[in-house]
């Protein structure tokens, strides 16, 4: 799949290790809420899972203007504190989820793709044990990320 859109918003994270699972729940909440407030034509959403960095930052399109991910991100901030953050702001090679899967390589390679990282901070990440739902605080916090995607689809 390829993606075919100019604008990509991508929920990063799993499901099964409690506020990791922000970004793709923030995705779905999102799409649950379409008819009611719809996207651009020009825009997509992606349930990326863990496996975004791989399946679809590493696919480029040249469609593509704007990649917009929803993550978790420990930033110093209070548990369900939403931030937005550029690909500059991630250091090269140190963007790790909590399996140890590295973002920055593949989002590096897109250097004609503007990036933007709406990120959550977590209160409790529960990998390697399953703890499936999130914290009160992160689960709070996803109608301000999804406002956040809405100012951010204007291109």
């Not at 390829?2 to 994270?13: H, I, K, S």
């Not at 590295?102 to 897109?110: E, G, H, I, R």
């Amino acid at each position: 799949m390829t993606y075919d859109a100019e604008v990509l918003v991508v929920g990063c994270g799993n499901v099964l290790f409690k506020d990791d699972g922000f970004g793709p729940t923030a995705i779905k909440e999102l799409e649950e809420h379409l008819d009611e407030r719809p996207l651009p034509d020009n825009v997509i959403t992606i349930d990326g899972g863990t496996s975004a960095p791989y399946y679809v930052f590493s696919l480029p399109n040249p469609m593509w203007k704007k990649i917009i991910i929803l993550d978790i991100s420990d930033f110093g901030g209070k548990p369900g504190d939403v931030k937005i953050l550029s690909k500059d702001d991630v250091p090269e090679g140190k963007y790790q989820d909590p399996h140890s899967l590295s973002v920055a390589d593949p989002l590096d390679d897109l250097d004609e793709v503007e990036i933007v990282i709406i990120a959550c901070q977590p209160e409790k990440v529960s990998s390697p044990f399953v703890e499936v739902g999130l914290s009160d605080s992160v689960k709070d916090a996803i109608p301000k990320a999804i406002d956040i995607v809405y100012e951010q689809v204007k291109l």
